[in-house]
């Protein structure tokens, strides 16, 4: 592609315009550092314009209550049979106890999401035991936001119990869930999905999930996994897919929308063997999640306006990277991660507050604590304005 075709599609996008699918493409596909720089100056224009220069990090804490699964994704090297060596099953003081933790350590968040565990279930039915979950959680923490069970465990639920999707999310809303992880997306490429995940759901129940608990006032975050055996077409679908999904939920009203985009970077180094010889590499490529990274914000940030890298996958140093190229989030704090460090990440499985604002700072950007649905928490740093910082996730 010539120069000055990229800039006309930067230009586009600079002017408020949605790029096009095959536009989308043409960036991924840019090779030449100059042009790529062009990109990169792209994206963080248009973060500046939709998010402000403050960066913003979450307290959070991760519990992955099991890891024994009944599916067998071939990038997964977190799961376990119920008898295998390393398969656990927390109980419910176990999983009060890392609570109690993390609002010790002031937490306002706790992500939980595990394996599909075919005997995670009271009476016979898997709903009951989710509730369970929940309640144990919120019925002594009130106030601390649940950001729990993805597309793939609603649907576990719903498929072991005969409920629909929508009876499900409302339960679990009901019983205190505050939002929903867009995890277990991969990349919504049904030819994709048959070599990295054919047990799960496919790209249309995905979405259906996702739209579902919009209507139902639940917000959710999206992500993608990239790296492994996607092309760049498979992945601006996906975020055509993520875009489309945002539109109909802002334009029909729906009281909840996706909050983040989240890009997941593969890491093999720990993966089932095929996948791993397929893709030829155990680590992310930095300068390809970039790359991604930059033109995502293009494509997605009008709609979707708060973009987070993943410091597990890329490492500290990685993430804070992302921030130039287009990213206004951190993430969070996370306390303890099992699923990608199992799989080999190098990022590590917990970061101090400390350690975030540092990160931040070290870009000479001011930073802010944030809630799940990115509402200021503490006073604001003092180099940030007050106008810098407002609600973000539910703009348009």
Avoid at 177 to 192: F, M
């Amino acid at each position: 592609m010539k120069n000055n075709t990229v800039d006309a599609i930067i230009e586009r996008a600079l002017s408020g315009n949605d790029i096009s699918f095959a536009e989308g493409v043409e960036l991924l596909k840019q090779t030449e550092p100059q042009v790529i720089a062009k990109i990169r100056a792209a994206a963080d224009a248009l973060r500046q314009k939709q998010v402000g220069e403050t960066v913003t990090y979450v307290i959070n804490r991760n519990i992955n209550f099991t890891n024994i699964c009944e599916q067998h994704c071939s990038f997964c090297a977190f799961r376990r049979d119920e008898n295998q060596e390393g398969a656990y099953w927390l109980d419910w003081r176990q999983i009060l106890e890392k609570t109690t933790d993390a609002v010790q350590r002031k937490a306002t968040e706790i992500c939980m999401q595990g394996g599909l565990n075919p005997k995670a279930k009271i009476n016979g039915k898997c709903l009951p035991y989710y509730l369970k979950l929940v309640e144990t959680i919120k019925q002594e923490f009130p106030q601390l936001h649940l950001h729990a069970f993805s597309p793939q465990e609603i649907e576990f639920i719903a498929r072991s119990d005969g409920l629909k999707y929508a009876e499900v999310i409302k339960a679990l809303r009901d019983a205190g869930v505050g939002s929903i992880p867009g995890t277990a997306a991969e990349i919504l490429d049904d030819k994709v999905r048959q070599i990295l995940c054919p047990e799960k759901i496919d790209t249309a129940t995905w979405l259906e999930i996702v739209s579902t608990a919009h209507k139902l006032g639940l917000h959710t975050t999206s992500t993608m996994l990239s790296g492994h055996i996607e092309t760049p077409e498979q992945q601006i679908g996906h975020l055509e897919k993520l875009r489309s999904l945002q539109k109909t939920a802002i334009n029909q009203e729906y009281p909840a929308r996706i909050t983040e985009f989240i890009l997941l970077p593969f890491v093999g180094q720990q993966a089932p063997k095929p996948l791993r010889r397929r893709v030829g590499r155990d680590q992310p490529v930095l300068s390809d999640a970039l790359l991604l990274t930059a033109v995502a914000r293009i494509y997605l940030g009008k709609w979707i306006p708060n973009h987070q890298p993943s410091w597990v996958k890329l490492g500290l140093a990685g993430a804070t990277e992302a921030l130039n190229w287009g990213c206004n989030d951190i993430g969070g704090t996370l306390m303890e991660e099992h699923i990608t460090t199992m799989a080999g990440a190098i990022g590590g499985t917990a970061m101090e507050v400390e350690t975030l604002q540092a990160a931040i700072a070290s870009l000479g950007r001011p930073y802010q604590q944030r809630d799940t649905l990115y509402q200021p928490v503490s006073p604001k740093q003092d180099q940030a304005s007050n106008s810098s910082v407002r609600p973000l996730c539910c703009q348009n």
